[in-house]
Structures are given as structure tokens and as C-alpha cells.
């Protein structure tokens, strides 16, 4: 199977689709009688009203999700491969983004973080068009205004602005202008939310907007490591694909070297952005699927024992339906 997703065959896209329904054989064998879609955070609820928390069934529900992940995947695929992150193009990263998205029930239906992704791919392009670009104000700008309109949609999505000075550190020399224009941005559409909030007379509203950040790191964790057992292939994928990022790093082109520092970085921060939100759910990591996916899709760009690698997957593939199917 991953051989067949190593090239730009257009046959692909119909596997892909196939797959991305397959992999949710689970939920759509058992869907649950109720599935709540909370679409924005409370403070943006305040000024934007979108009445679609009863509109879909749960079988909708589950549906349009697969669908939103078949698009990202497609979308994802084409930055990558704009990027020359990969040996050569195919649709390794789409293959990637599908089954790091299909890991737990969360990840399966709609949930913020799922319409955020669609703003987290984005911000991955202009990213890295950073290093080519000979003045970064406009698009660290433009990062900014997606970020502020992710953090509408998602309180935790606001620790992305960190990548912004990350992401000028690794590709630009010191600019103050494209240091302080992401946060400009930002600041842009929060200036009009705060306008809203004046003359509804509820600035103190706006003001616990930005009460969770003050949030402390949690010390202790309660975890289920049965629920986690899944992510054991995926560790060992990681692990391996590290060992050859590390093999080839000195080789490959500077402006790769510092994109895989680039995701590597987004994807710490979108695993610790969780503690902005004591309620969060699990839904949250699939803000990690995006740079994770990258990174998983290089290994197998790489590979070279076929026998191994495609069983490695196929592995991945069982682990994930047997656990959707709550089979252990």
C-alpha cells in the first residue's frame, strides 16, 4: 500500500477516499445517539451566532467529518509536496494525515480542532515560504490574523503565536517590523471583538477572555494507558523516522533542515496548548496530526526494507481498528 501511495497516480485520490471512510468503519457501526458540535468558544458565540449545534444527525455528523478530513488531507498534500519536503512528490503525506486523524473516536467526528486544521495547514505554507521571501511583514501578519481567528473558533489555538518568533529565529535575521507585525495582526481582530464587547457595555466579558492563559501547567496526570496502546506503532514510526531525519539532515537542503525544526516545534506546541482549557477533550490532538503527519510520511519516503515497512503500517492500520472497535 505504500508503494502505491509513493507517486502522483491520480488513481490515489479515489483510494484516499475510500480509505477515509474505512477507517471509520468503528463509528459508523455503532454511532452514538447524540454528537454535540460546539463550533466557536463562548466569547465568540457572544457576537456570532451560527445556529448548527441540532442541524446535523449523528450520522451527518460523522460524515461531513470524514469529508473535512479527505479535503485537509488533499490540501496537506499539496504543501508538502510544494515544499519539496519529501524525497519526491505522492500522496505519503495525505496517506499520513488520514490515519494520524482516524487514531482515536474523538478525532472522528466534528470538533473544533477539526475546522482549526484547515487554519493550521495554512500557517504551515506561509511558514515556509518565510525563507524565500525577501520581506516577511505581510504574511507573519497574515499568520497572526489566523491565529486570532483560530483562537475564535478554539481558546488554546492563541499558543501558536510562540511559533511566530520560532519560526522567525530559525529562517530570518532580526527584524523588529516582522517581529512585531504577527502580533499586530492578531491584535487586529481582536481589536474589533473588544469594539463589539465596548458597545454591548461588556468589557469585563472580553477581559476573562484571556483568563485561562494564566492557567498552571497540570503536575499530575491522570491517564487510562490502555486508551494509549494505539500510539505505540505510531512511537516506533516516530522513532524511526527521527533516526533517518538524523541520517539525512546534513544532506538535505537548509530550507529543509529547517522546516522538519519548524514542525517539530508546532508540534510540542500543539500538544502543550492543552492546558489553556481544564475541560479540554481529547479531540485536542488532532492539532499535532498536521506536523506529526510530515514527519511519518518522510519515513516511508525514505524506507527501504519494503516487507518492513509495509507491515509496520498494516500494523498501524489493525492497532487503530481494534481499538475504535474497543476490541482489548
Request: glycine share 2%; charged share 10%.
Amino acid at each position: 500500500m505504500i508503494n502505491q501511495f509513493r507517486n502522483l497516480n491520480p488513481i490515489n485520490l479515489l483510494i484516499l477516499f475510500a480509505y477515509t471512510f474505512f477507517m471509520r468503519i468503528a463509528i459508523f457501526a455503532e454511532t452514538p445517539p447524540e454528537l454535540n458540535f460546539e463550533f466557536l468558544e463562548p466569547y465568540t458565540k457572544f457576537f456570532i451566532q451560527i445556529p448548527i449545534q441540532n442541524t446535523f444527525s449523528p450520522s451527518a455528523n460523522v460524515f461531513f467529518a470524514g469529508v473535512i478530513i479527505y479535503i485537509q488531507a488533499i490540501l496537506f498534500n499539496r504543501v508538502v509536496n510544494n515544499h519539496n519536503l519529501l524525497n519526491k512528490p505522492g500522496f505519503l503525506p495525505a496517506l499520513m494525515y488520514i490515519t494520524g486523524a482516524s487514531l482515536f473516536m474523538p478525532f472522528l467526528v466534528l470538533s473544533p480542532t477539526l475546522i482549526c486544521n484547515f487554519l493550521l495547514i495554512w500557517m504551515m505554507d506561509k511558514f515556509l515560504k518565510i525563507g524565500k521571501s525577501s520581506n516577511a511583514i505581510m504574511i507573519m501578519f497574515d499568520i497572526g490574523m489566523i491565529i486570532a481567528i483560530g483562537t475564535l473558533i478554539y481558546f488554546p489555538f492563541i499558543v501558536m503565536l510562540v511559533m511566530i518568533w520560532l519560526a522567525l529565529l530559525l529562517y530570518r535575521s532580526f527584524n523588529w517590523r516582522e517581529w512585531i507585525s504577527g502580533l499586530v495582526g492578531f491584535l487586529t481582530i481582536f481589536f474589533f471583538v473588544a469594539v463589539y464587547y465596548y458597545w454591548n457595555d461588556s468589557l469585563s466579558m472580553f477581559y476573562k477572555i484571556w483568563l485561562p492563559l494564566a492557567n498552571k501547567f497540570p503536575s499530575v496526570f491522570k491517564i487510562q494507558y490502555n486508551d494509549y496502546l494505539v500510539l505505540v506503532p505510531v512511537v516506533v514510526m516516530m522513532v524511526l523516522a527521527i533516526l533517518q531525519l538524523r541520517e539525512n539532515f546534513f544532506r538535505s537542503f537548509i530550507s529543509t533542515r529547517k522546516a522538519f525544526q519548524m514542525l517539530f516545534f508546532m508540534f510540542l506546541i500543539s500538544i502543550v496548548s492543552f492546558y489553556t482549557k481544564p475541560d479540554f477533550n481529547l479531540y485536542h490532538f488532532l492539532l499535532c496530526v498536521p506536523p506529526g503527519a510530515v514527519l511519518l510520511a518522510y519515513y516511508y519516503s525514505n524506507a527501504k526494507k519494503r516487507w518492513f515497512y509495509e507491515s509496520l503500517f498494516l500494523i498501524l492500520v489493525f492497532a487503530i481498528q481494534c481499538f475504535l472497535f474497543n476490541v482489548f
